[in-house]
């Protein structure tokens, strides 16, 4: 039975979905509206890739481990929901570059990869003596006159050459995007750099007029100053997920159900409605799509829009958390983790010394490492069963560090098709699809990792955005 209270559903329990859900009943309350709030899951639990296990008094990210302090939107709403005392920052430390079968210590001054201080860069190894001439070259190369989107490869590569780009900046940035750099899209994921050579034409000396600590030799810095970039829960992520769940008290939560298509509803009193797996439909005169983009592409599949998503890719990678007696790994040196250079032939891409960097995940007298598997073009590995996976990442770790010791246990995590990648003409694509559902489906919104950023605080930064949207429109009574 269909009632006439205004009807609002968020399709997709993740972080974005959460964060929406919870910005509508928080509003609605606020200003006393009568909403009817729904939240439809498919899995059976909340969180979508935020998960933590708990196990033998360690904290496990499965997923993300944490989240940028900069961009401020979620410790706002870790402090707003009363977790303010669990935030804490990493522990600083060297980070390494695996190239060559030798971990290479991360040039001070670095960010992003790109030199910022000439000493530190022309004493290490990881560039030859051509290469960094090359890079020098920054200083003296035209701005680009590309107006539109090109790829983060290119651009990198036209500034400071092949070298830095495969040995230096490609490492970290795939550890991100778990992409390939030649077609991700610098306007969708680093439009600051795009700017910077407009602004100053040499990246190199943009980057140290814009960031004060680029300016600062290491020295005068010191090891122990460097300032910590990221935050977590000591309770775990997931935390954030349960504790949002708890506030949603006037907000229907359905798990185990799938959203599989759209129609607009001629006869009732609501716009739309969502066929769901179990058979049953949802009524809704607003809708926040917080899915990946090829499920929202595949419920659109009948309208023949957000067909621009079909092909975009997403990448699948696996998680694989070893945890050890201390006595058992001595070949770990002292510093937060590495990321591996595709020069390497390795099958992790990325390894985090968790006991170092996070310190409270880990019991005294133990290890917790965290490595990567699976990055674009190479993602066969996170289909191999999870003895095989172990097996190959202890190989690894063997020949890195000469760690032979067994685990005491091995967590595996695969996250299929979870890295949506923002290829060149990202940002086109999405104003494109966006301009097609506000004229034909006003009220409904896309939000989430798949479209205006990855991190955990711009999904937090999304779904507020639409939960706002979705409000004005119903606001505005945009009822047929
Ligand atoms: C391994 C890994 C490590 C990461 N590390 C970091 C990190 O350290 N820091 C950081 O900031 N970011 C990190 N990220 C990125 C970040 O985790 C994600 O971008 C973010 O969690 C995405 O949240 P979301 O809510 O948009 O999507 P999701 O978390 O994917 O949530 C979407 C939800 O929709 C549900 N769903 C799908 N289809 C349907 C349907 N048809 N009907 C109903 N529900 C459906 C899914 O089950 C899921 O729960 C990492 C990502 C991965 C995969």
């Given at each position: ?263 607009e509803n001629a006869q009732g009193p609501h716009r739309y409605s969502l066929k769901m797996n179990s058979g049953e439909t949802l009524e809704a005169d607003s809708i926040i799509f917080s899915v990946p983009h090829f499920v929202a592409s595949s419920i659109f599949q009948k309208q023949h829009i957000l067909t621009e998503f079909k092909d975009v890719p997403a990448t699948s990678v696996a998680t694989v958390a070893m945890a050890f007696p201390q006595e058992a790994v001595t070949g770990v040196p002292d510093g937060t983790g590495f990321v591996v250079s595709r020069n390497s032939d390795y ?134």
């Amino acid at each position: 039975m269909s009632s006439f209270k205004q009807k609002i559903v968020v399709v997709g329990g993740g972080i974005t979905g959460l964060t929406a859900a919870y910005t509508i009943q928080k509003k609605s309350r606020h200003e006393k509206l009568d909403l009817d709030i729904t939240l439809v899951e498919s899995s059976h639990r909340l969180g979508g890739k935020i998960q933590t296990a708990q196990k033998e008094g360690f904290v496990i990210e499965k997923g993300p481990d944490s989240f940028l302090e900069r961009k401020e939107s979620m410790a706002r709403l870790i402090k707003e929901v009363g977790l303010a005392d669990r935030l804490v920052p990493n522990s600083t430390g060297q980070s390494f570059i695996l190239m060559n079968d030798k971990l290479h210590p991360m040039p001070g001054g670095a960010i992003m990869g790109i030199p910022t201080q000439i000493k530190p860069f022309m004493t290490t190894d990881l560039v030859s003596m051509t290469g960094k001439l090359r890079a020098g070259a920054d200083f003296v190369l035209p701005r680009s006159k590309e107006r539109g989107d090109q790829s983060l490869g290119g651009f990198f590569r036209r500034r400071l050459g092949n070298e830095v780009v495969e040995n230096l900046i490609e490492p970290l940035l795939s550890g991100i995007y778990a992409g390939d750099i030649d077609q991700l899209s610098l306007m969708s994921t680093f439009p600051q750099f795009h700017k910077m050579e407009q602004d100053h034409r040499s990246l190199i000396s943009g980057i140290k007029k814009t960031n004060p600590s680029a300016a600062q030799p290491k020295k005068q810095l010191g090891p122990t100053r460097k300032k910590s970039l990221f935050l977590t829960l000591t309770s775990g992520l997931q935390s954030l997920i349960d504790t949002l769940e708890e506030h949603l008290d006037q907000t229907s939560i359905l798990k185990g159900v799938k959203v599989e298509s759209i129609e607009e509803n001629a006869q009732g009193p609501h716009r739309y409605s969502l066929k769901m797996n179990s058979g049953e439909t949802l009524e809704a005169d607003s809708i926040i799509f917080s899915v990946p983009h090829f499920v929202a592409s595949s419920i659109f599949q009948k309208q023949h829009i957000l067909t621009e998503f079909k092909d975009v890719p997403a990448t699948s990678v696996a998680t694989v958390a070893m945890a050890f007696p201390q006595e058992a790994v001595t070949g770990v040196p002292d510093g937060t983790g590495f990321v591996v250079s595709r020069n390497s032939d390795y099958t992790i891409t990325a390894c985090t010394w968790t006991h170092n960097k996070w310190p409270h995940t880990t019991p005294e007298g133990k290890v917790l490492l965290r490595c990567y598997v699976g990055r674009s073009g190479d993602e066969a590995v996170v289909d191999l069963a999870d003895d095989q996976i172990e097996e190959i990442v202890l190989n690894d770790l063997n020949n890195i560090m000469g760690v032979s010791a067994k685990p005491d246990f091995t967590i595996v995590t695969r996250w299929k098709k979870a890295m949506p990648q923002y290829t060149v003409g990202h940002k086109q694509r999405l104003a494109k699809v966006r301009a097609e559902l506000e004229s034909n489906f006003p009220g409904v919104y896309l939000a989430g990792g798949s479209y205006d950023g990855i991190g955990l605080p711009d999904c937090i930064d999304q779904g507020e955005s639409a939960a706002a949207k979705a409000i004005i429109h119903l606001m505005k009574g945009h009822k047929s």
